[in-house]
């Protein structure tokens, strides 16, 4: 059993910058992926970025990359998500996710490969 706390969300400008993190407690393992997910209003939820918790490989939607990056301090058991250049389309609410065990890099992008989740926390971007 995995149980993971978002933290970080709030309101800012566009072309801001916000940190989200991510606590995990529980048994993680090396070869587990930790992603971030976003749903806004009326759409469907999307991946954003994904990690290894060994920092081998990390992975981005188009939409974000270049702007936002995806990191891990093991020793904490917490991965963050730096999001810089906030557009008014990145408002959504933010959840992390993990799998458990090996995650094969031709789905790190897929929801259906994270086994729990967070609760999510809410991300505004005013223009």
């Known amino acids: 059993q995995v149980q993971l706390v978002e933290s970080g969300g709030g309101l800012v400008q566009a072309g801001g910058s916000l940190r989200l993190s991510c606590a995990a407690s529980g048994r993680t393992f090396s070869s587990s992926a930790m992603g971030w997910f976003r749903q806004a209003p009326g759409k469907e939820r999307e991946f954003v970025a994904a990690i290894r918790w060994s920092g081998l490989g990390t992975y981005y939607a188009d939409s974000v990359k270049g702007r936002f990056t995806i990191s891990r301090d093991n020793a904490k058991n917490t991965v963050y998500l730096q999001m810089n250049s906030l557009k008014p389309e990145d408002t959504a609410v933010y959840y992390c996710?993990?799998?458990?065990?090996?995650?094969?890099?031709?789905?790190?992008?897929?929801?259906?490969?994270?086994?729990?989740w967070g609760q999510g926390t809410q991300v505004t971007v005013s223009s």
């Open positions: 996710a993990t799998s458990y065990g090996y995650t094969p890099d031709q789905v790190m992008g897929q929801q259906a490969a994270y086994k729990y």
